[in-house]
């Protein structure tokens, strides 16, 4: 195995010749806001959570 040219670390770490954690270009697959996604995503969760209760509340409730 070979070891990488500067050029291919910069486009392996984002585009630029360093990766750091406060590089404005280093990125999780082109995405800077990786808390924004968090919380989209545990949004979306606790929505489907409030569903699936929503539903099975309606079920039960209609058996009685």
Not at 26 to 52: F, H, K, P, Q, W
Request: aromatic letters at 4%; a negative charge.
């Amino acid at each position: 195995m070979r070891e990488l040219t500067m050029t291919e670390i910069g486009v392996v770490s984002g585009g630029t010749e360093t990766c750091s954690a406060t590089d404005a270009v280093n990125t999780y697959s082109g995405v800077a806001d990786v808390a924004g996604i968090g919380r989209d995503i545990i949004n979306a969760y606790e929505g489907l959570v409030e569903a699936a209760s929503h539903i099975i509340e309606r079920v039960a409730t209609s058996l009685d």
